[in-house]
Every structure is written in C-alpha cells, then in structure tokens.
C-alpha cells in the first residue's frame, strides 16, 4: 500500500480544493479507530473519511454512508463539542510527511472564536488523530491514547504538550536536489533512495533506481501535484484484486498488471480500500464471528463424534442380554468367587464364556448384565435424540457460516450478529440503547416471464421469506443438502418454464456453500409443502413432494435488487 508522502501531497492538494472554507456540521465513528465528518462547502455537502488503523490508515472524502451507532464513543462525542459547527480555515502537510493538519476555527462556550487543529498521522501501526489546541499547544484528546507504557519516545495523552514524531535523518522528496539525487542514483540500489529520501514508498524508490533521470522522475510528481494535473490509479491482477494504487505510473506494473484510473484521489482510494479484500469493512466485521461460529461448529463435531460412538458402542450390547439369560439358566454351574464361567448357548448350541465378578453371588452377576444392558437400550434412546439434536445445531451454525463467507456487507454481518446473539452463540455486546426491530430486505432478481425472485439473506430473513411473504402458490427452492438461502419465485400461482425454473435453481445454488461447484443440486417445491417443526431453529423447515434439478451457479444478467 502506497500511502506515502506523496500521496499524502496529492490529497492536501485535493482537500484544498474541496473542503477549504467550509463548515463541519456532523462528526460520526462508526467504529474505534474511524471517522466521518459532514462538512457542509460552497459546493455541496461532502463526507470526509479518516482511518487511524494501523494495517490501512488513510485520510480521503466518500460518497458511501457508513453506519453511524446510536451510541457514540468518547472521542466522538468530544469531537462534536469542540469541532461542531467550526469552519475549517486552513489545509497542510507536515513538510514531505504523512502528516495532514485541518486548522479550523470554533465559538467555545462563551462566545469567542478558538483555535483548534486536528492532525491526522498516517504512519501505519503508529497512526492517530489529535485535536490539539493551537493557543496553548496541547493535546486535548486523541483516537488513541499512547503512554509512556506504550512508548518511551513520545506520548500522546490529554494535556501534554504535542509534538511531531521523531525526526528521521531523511531529504524530503519536495526539497531533495538534483546532485543529491545523482549521488544517490550512484548506489543503483532502491533501498538507498528509501532510506535517504523521506516520504517516498518502495514501489516509487524502486521507480527512481531504474529511471535515468531520478530528478526529472521526482520534478514531474512534484510538478502534477502543484498543477492539480495528477491521474490517480488503481493496479489490479487478472481476478481484479488490487495490487497497489498512485498517482503516477508505476512500470513494474505497467505491464503485467490491469489499470484502471479515477478522476479524484479520493476515488481512487475509497475503490481501493473497500476492493482489497485485507481491508474490507465487512471481513474485518465478520472475523470475530467466523472465528466464533468456527469454534462451536468444532465442538459440535467432537459431540457427534463421541455420541455416535457411543451409540455403535450401545448397538452392541446384545451380548449383555445374552449373558444375562445363560447365567439365570446355569445358576447350578456357577460358585461365588468364580471369576467366568463356561456354559451352553441354548440359541445355536456353541459354547459361551461369560467374565464374572468374584466378589458377587451368580445372580447378582447376573442382575448386573440385565441392569447393563437396560442402561444400553436406555442409552440407545438418548443418544439418538441428542445427536439428532447435535445435528440440527450443525447444520444451523454451517448455514451461517456460509452468509458469513458470502457476504460483503456490513449491514448483513450486523444482521447475523444479531441472529447468532439470539440463538445463544454469541454474547450481546454492551448496549446503551434500545436494538430496532428487524425488517427483512432480501436480495431481488427477475427471472424468464418477468417473476420477481427473492433471496434469503440470513436464517431469519429466510424465516421471514417462507413463512409470512411467500403465498402458498408461490415456488420455494434451496440446495440440496447443502446449506444455503431459501429462494422464493412469487409466480402468483402461474406455472413458471422450465427456463425460469432452471434459472431461480442457479439462484439458489449461487447464495449457497456450493457457489463455486459445478452441477449443484436444488430441491424445489410449492411453499404449501414447506413446514417449520415446532422448536427448530431459525431458517430449518423441512418439505415434501419435491423435485431437483441440477445447475450450475449464477445469477441472471438483470443482476441484484433488479
């Protein structure tokens, strides 16, 4: 990820040009290290996005609408007092660092105009936003708070004096000179462009060791970022995973890498970010839940193991009975202390020898083989029962995991944090506030003859779908076997042709664990022969009178929520 000091230029350059002068009417932080300010410009209202994550911080404006929590952190809430209402009056970069500064301009309680500046510090693990106070120079709060615990060096706390990060003994790239660069250019080596020449990336240091003339190289960046002339731009591989983004070309991907350019940096970024799967919002959402569902379903494998054991163990209690009998019948045969006993099996006339315990009498013994033997028909019973029951939690909890893997949405990970709190698998987070009550929005598609189809987008949503929106007529698939979404076809009782059928069935496969088969089998049947059993988990129905059909996955070309 190249969000070096040039990067960190172009976007001053571009906040400049958009947000300079304006006023900041919202502050948000949807989550801990994120922030949203709604700023309010000549030209509109416009969102600027800032990350101090330390995997991908970064500082650009959006277009999307991340969710704002009904309970707002501390530091957003401080925010909101300090920064509401303020009018942003100047932009900078800390000489050629990742370093953004917003200087802006607010009424404290009194009436009098303030000074405040945030600085927003994009340096990876170490990266934080400060509000700091321009009269006094002290830090009033930042997003993360650093001790001297955490660090020796420099502190970042409420009421110290703020300071810039240590120096590094490095040229900036904005005031390096052609000689310097030529001596540089010496070594031929991009390790020495990096360590000598600040606020540059690897890919662009290994651009300056291979060009032959690194100044012009350095002048023309420079250049571009002053004139505003700059083409931000996005690399990816062939399945369309970004590899690496900037402003200026980067020839060792020129070649073997797809392009694809943007008409503002924050463009560029924001499809970056959301598009690079080690930064998706929505897998970062889901990994506590994936590694929780993961953890129950291994448990659940362990318990079916052994019951299933300990059924065939229980199956195979006949001798128990056997033995029982043949010592009732031979009791003459047998004295106290023997410890077995040899008599005739009067079913097949074989012999028989039957272990004993010495210490008791031979009808006790054989009392005992009876008592085993009803624990045996007993345990048969139970364990049937619970490892049907283990069973239904197994699909349950793979069905989920298979939303969990397939979507990209953070509003549908929410959605399934909220089912697996209900249904007991995860612990409810600590809430301020009353949770709003949940309205289905499956996903929509049409298919040949014009009938809507809808998808399932967890169990409850297929809840939902089956039981109170579908009308009886209607026709209900899913995969079979396989966990997956229920699929509705809402032919208002019309027969659909075999061309609808086959499409709503690669549906079906698609929003399935079987998305990347070949040849997938879907169950399909009217909604009048779908049943919920009575105590069964979200999403579990069972159904008669079906047909399947074999796909292969896909969804039709009108696409998504046509």
């Given at each position: 990820m190249a969000f070096d000091g040039i990067i960190t230029s172009a976007m001053t350059r571009e906040l400049q040009d958009t947000i300079l002068l304006g006023k900041i009417e919202k502050v948000y932080q949807p989550e801990a290290d994120e922030l949203v300010f709604h700023i309010h410009t000549r030209a509109g209202n416009v969102k600027l996005y800032a990350s101090a994550s330390s995997s991908h911080a970064r500082l650009h404006l959006i277009e999307a609408n991340l969710p704002n929590p009904p309970a707002p952190l501390a530091f957003c809430m401080l925010l909101r007092k300090h920064l509401q209402g303020g009018r942003i009056v100047d932009i900078s970069q800390k000489d050629g660092e990742r370093i953004v500064e917003i200087s802006l301009e607010t009424l404290n309680e009194l009436g009098f105009t303030v000074s405040k500046k945030l600085i927003f510090e994009i340096m990876g693990k170490h990266s934080n936003i400060i509000l700091v106070d321009m009269t006094t120079g002290k830090i009033i709060d930042s997003i993360k708070r650093v001790s001297i615990d955490a660090s020796r060096v420099r502190q970042l706390l409420p009421g110290l004096t703020y300071q810039y990060p240590p120096a590094q003994d490095k040229i900036s790239f904005k005031e390096v000179t052609e000689d310097q660069l030529s001596d540089i250019a010496g070594s031929g080596n991009s390790k020495t462009f990096l360590s000598r020449i600040g606020g540059i990336s690897p890919a662009i240091a290994r651009e300056l060791a291979d060009s032959a003339s690194p100044a012009e190289r350095i002048s023309g960046i420079t250049d571009s970022i002053s004139r505003r002339s700059f083409v931000p731009r996005v690399y990816t591989d062939d399945k369309g995973v970004p590899q690496e983004f900037h402003i200026t070309d980067l020839k060792e991907f020129e070649d073997g890498a797809r392009r694809q350019d943007f008409d503002t940096l924050s463009q560029c970024l924001a499809w970056y970010f959301d598009h690079r799967q080690s930064s998706n919002r929505a897998k970062q959402k889901s990994n506590d839940l994936i590694k929780s569902?993961?953890?129950?379903?291994?448990?659940?494998?362990?318990?079916?193991?052994?019951?299933?054991?300990?059924?065939?163990?229980?199956?195979?209690?006949?001798?128990?009975?056997?033995?029982?009998?043949?010592?009732?019948?031979?009791?003459?045969?047998?004295?106290?202390?023997?410890?077995?006993?040899?008599?005739?099996?009067?079913?097949?006339?074989?012999?028989?020898?039957?272990?004993?315990?010495?210490?008791?009498?031979?009808?006790?013994?054989?009392?005992?083989?009876?008592?085993?033997?009803?624990?045996?028909?007993?345990?048969?019973?139970?364990?049937?029962i619970q490892l049907e029951e283990t069973g239904a939690e197994i699909d349950y909890l793979e069905s989920v995991m298979t939303y969990l893997q397939n979507t990209d949405k953070v509003e549908e990970i929410e959605a399934?944090?909220?089912?697996?709190?209900?249904?007991?698998?995860?612990?409810?987070?600590?809430?301020?506030?009353?949770?709003?009550?949940?309205?289905?929005?499956?996903?929509?598609?049409?298919?040949?003859?014009?009938?809507?189809?809808?998808?399932?987008?967890?169990?409850?949503?297929?809840?939902?779908?089956?039981?109170?929106?579908?009308?009886?007529?209607?026709?209900?698939?899913?995969?079979?076997?396989?966990?997956?979404?229920?699929?509705?076809?809402?032919?208002?009782?019309?027969?659909?042709?075999e061309k609808a059928i086959f499409q709503a069935a690669a549906i079906a496969a698609w929003h399935s664990k079987g998305r990347d088969s070949e040849n997938v089998p879907v169950d399909y049947v009217k909604v009048r022969y779908v049943k919920k059993p009575a105590g069964a988990k979200p999403g579990m129905v069972i159904f008669t009178n079906n047909r399947t059909v074999w796909v292969n996955p896909g969804l039709p070309e009108s696409g998504p929520d046509a």
């Open positions: 569902v993961s953890t129950a379903l291994d448990k659940l494998y362990l318990k079916k193991q052994r019951l299933s054991e300990d059924l065939l163990k229980a199956e195979n209690s006949d001798d128990l009975r056997l033995y029982g009998e043949l010592l009732t019948a031979n009791l003459h045969l047998v004295q106290t202390g023997d410890k077995e006993v040899t008599v005739i099996n009067y079913y097949n006339n074989s012999e028989v020898t039957i272990p004993l315990d010495p210490r008791f009498s031979p009808s006790k013994n054989a009392q005992h083989y009876y008592k085993r033997y009803g624990k045996a028909m007993t345990a048969i019973k139970e364990k049937q399934l944090r909220s089912e697996l709190v209900e249904t007991g698998y995860v612990r409810r987070r600590r809430q301020q506030f009353k949770e709003k009550k949940y309205k289905a929005r499956p996903h929509k598609y049409v298919i040949d003859g014009g009938f809507t189809v809808l998808v399932g987008r967890n169990n409850r949503e297929n809840d939902i779908l089956t039981l109170k929106t579908a009308s009886k007529t209607d026709l209900w698939l899913h995969t079979k076997d396989i966990p997956g979404s229920h699929v509705i076809v809402q032919n208002g009782g019309a027969e659909l042709s």
